[in-house]
């Protein structure tokens, strides 16, 4: 099991916050993981560099030193742009260079120690923790029927206080800025998604309900949980 911390989206904070908040959830959550999988070790990657590595280690040194039925090691691959994707992490772990590499096999088939591997970020394996420890039920109390749960979300651009906030999903847009103080003047757009995302403009997007099946109808999506605001008068 691979822990994706490294923040492959550059308009994203939410995995090296929440690591530096709480990495014992997020080790939570791999090692019920693991358990799930058969698997035999679970590796925190971590970029070098990051706000989140100090406590990272910390956290994994702590259970490192516990009996733990899985070998537990924190990785620190580079701070760069596409080390974070699934086949470039899983790469590098491997002793090769940090990019992709081609599919098939996916690292599902053969991946670290060309040993099936489950890679996920952060978040996810926070989520797991969480279901693991409370269930299922206490899980779906917030969120749609659909979509349920909360997700992290990185506001920023032209918003007075850009920073990482927990939502629950289908949150209206605009409720979710305002959790950032809202917009600071005139939006001319909003970049949902990160940089592979869209932006959303014209009627009222402020509107939409934050969630997959909310941002669909203007062509948009949660992706990284990534919200951009583009003030009036910015080229995007």
Known sequence: VVVNGTEGEPASGKDAFLLGHDPDLVIDGALAAAEAVGAREVVLAVSRGSTALARAREAVGRRAAAALPVRLTIAEPPDRFVAGEESALVHWINGGPATPTLSPPRPSERGVGRRPTLVQNAETMAHIGLIARHGADWFRRVGTTAEPGSMLVSLG?????????????????????????????????????????TWLRGDDPLGLPFSAAGLRPAGGSPGAGAVVVLPHGCCG
Do not use: M, S
């Open 157 to 197: 651009g032209a918003v007075r206080t850009p920073g990482i906030h927990e939502i629950a999903l289908g949150t209206p847009l605009g409720e979710v800025l305002d959790l950032a103080g809202g917009a600071d003047g005139e939006i001319a757009g909003i970049l949902v998604g990160g940089y592979f995302g």
